[in-house]
């Protein structure tokens, strides 16, 4: 059975950072595209990065330069490291598989960025 | 970047009803990278549609996709009740990925 478990979510004050992680069971981290997706409160869903199998690295606009996207072969878990958080950075944060389309998602973890 | 547009924002329909939303994308997208997911309020979407037209697996066939280039369709041909939901496009391209704003179906 495929599953995706985020966790590493919380309470951040601005200019604080996490670390997300994404354990995967059912499918290899290594051998598959992987995304993370977020989704502010109320609102649509908004693509943060990518990470392909042959590890290169992609990232939205509005994240590039303070998130870093990574995965841990041995443990088969993606990561998301965000820093310098804002308030515009609070969502639900995603991890999904697939490059084209998405085609298993974790149920998300909440990261609520205020003072 | 590419940007998909999807309207209408909301749609009030009745159990039984055919549903048809609309995606339309700022420059044309390949049928390949054109997907559709449903979202339900305090879960994560699934994915409904890849390939623009291809049902993902486990997905009923009153759910179909079409379209091509930069104006993309689903139709739900005669919604349930677990059918109320929002309606996502995405697309891929150039390492990029992009959302539509969703289409709600709510009960009317």
């Known amino acids: 059975e495929v599953q995706l478990v985020e966790s590493g979510g919380g309470l951040v004050q601005p200019g604080g950072s996490l670390r997300l992680s994404c354990a995967v069971s059912?499918?290899?981290?290594?051998?598959?595209?992987m995304t993370w997706v977020r989704q502010a409160p109320g609102k649509g869903l908004e693509w943060v990065s990518l990470?392909?199998?042959?590890?290169?690295?992609y990232y939205a606009e509005s994240v590039k330069g303070r998130f870093t996207i990574s995965r841990d072969n041995s443990k088969n878990t993606l990561f998301l490291q965000i820093n310098s958080l804002s308030a515009e950075d609070t969502a639900v944060y995603y991890c999904?598989?697939?490059?084209?389309?998405?085609?298993?998602w974790g149920q998300g973890t909440l990261v609520t960025v205020s003072s | 970047e590419i940007v998909l547009t999807q309207s209408p924002g909301t749609l009030s329909l009745s159990p039984g009803e055919r549903a048809t939303l609309s995606c339309r994308a700022s420059?044309?997208?390949?049928?390949?990278?054109l997907a559709w997911y449903q979202q339900k309020p305090g879960q994560a979407p699934r994915l409904l549609i890849y390939?623009?037209?291809t049902r993902a697996t486990g997905i009923p066939d009153r759910f179909s996709g079409s379209g091509s280039g930069t104006d993309f369709t689903l139709t739900i041909s005669r919604l349930e009740p677990e059918d109320f939901a929002v309606y996502y496009c995405?697309?891929?391209?150039?390492?990029?990925?992009?959302f539509g704003q969703g289409t709600k179906v709510e009960i009317k």
């Open positions: 999904a598989r697939g490059l084209k389309n998405f085609d298993y």
């Open positions: 059912g499918f290899t981290v290594r051998t598959n595209y």
């Open positions: 990470i392909y199998t042959g590890g290169s690295t």
């Open positions: 420059q044309s997208v390949s049928s390949s990278y």
């Open positions: 390939g623009a037209s």
């Open positions: 995405q697309q891929y391209g150039d390492s990029r990925v992009g």
